[in-house]
């Protein structure tokens, strides 16, 4: 199984609202990722978790706020949003964040549009 | 910033070679993927290179030159299936950047 799955697919909230996007891989991978993607752009990142703890948070503003639970899944809690962070949101794992080589396999996103 | 630089759009007919050239400036170097990503979908993994030279795989191949910040993905035989946006991204420390990727289009 070489799948990382995102729910939900779509997500339409307003400015108050407070929603989860949801990530699950099962490969045994011990990192686990957060990306933007606005459209016609490149992803960006977010968050890096490794091992279960978050290691890199890429300046993110404090109304995304990435949760770990357990080594398959990866949450990312939504509050207060802005109608500009509507976009593509990727969630990617791979077998460890050190070893360079390892490539990063990405679920399929969720797009959020915030109204 | 990284700076990594890619084509925007690039158009070729069914059966013919296309390659992507991919610059790039960064800060450090733990390595150059290409990605594969189609509307609306997951950007998928293609190949991976951290020494010089061409790494071979099927109808792709991928070229890196470190000092001259260059890579390139050639796709060979292009089919329809072929047409999406292809990604360069380097690796520096734990960290992807991409390039903003290129669109390809194949034509029959």
């Known amino acids: 199984d070489t799948e990382v799955t995102q729910t939900p697919k779509h997500l339409v909230m307003g400015m108050t609202n407070k929603k989860s996007l949801k990530c699950e891989q099962h490969?045994?991978?011990?990192?686990m990722y957060w990306y933007k993607q606005k459209a016609k752009k490149p992803p960006e990142l977010m968050f890096v978790?490794?091992?279960?703890?978050?290691?890199i948070n890429e300046s993110v503003p404090s109304r995304f706020s990435p949760e770990c639970p357990n080594s398959s899944l990866l949450n990312l809690h939504l509050h207060a949003l802005q109608p500009e962070d509507s976009a593509l949101y990727l969630c990617?794992?791979?077998?460890?964040?050190?070893?360079?080589?390892?490539?990063?396999?990405f679920g399929p996103g969720t797009r959020l549009t915030v109204t | 910033g990284q700076n990594i630089d890619q084509p925007t759009e690039m158009t070729a007919t069914e059966g013919a070679i296309v390659q992507i050239n991919c610059t790039y400036q960064?800060?450090?170097?733990?390595?150059l993927f290409w990605y594969q990503q189609h509307a609306g979908e997951a950007p998928t993994f293609l190949s991976y290179?951290?020494?010089?030279g061409l790494e071979e795989k099927g109808r792709f191949s991928s070229f890196l030159s470190r000092s001259k910040g260059y890579s390139y993905l050639l796709l060979k035989e292009l089919q329809m299936k072929d047409s999406a946006s292809y990604l360069c991204?380097?690796?520096?420390?734990?960290?992807?950047?991409f390039g903003a990727g290129t669109t390809v289009t194949v034509r029959a």
């Open positions: 490969m045994g991978h011990r990192a």
């Open positions: 290179n951290v020494l010089d």
């Open positions: 991204a380097v690796r520096i420390d734990y960290k992807l950047s």
């Open positions: 978790y490794s091992y279960e703890k978050l290691s």
């Open positions: 960064t800060s450090g170097f733990n390595g």
């Open positions: 990617a794992s791979s077998q460890d964040k050190g070893q360079a080589s390892y490539e990063q396999y």
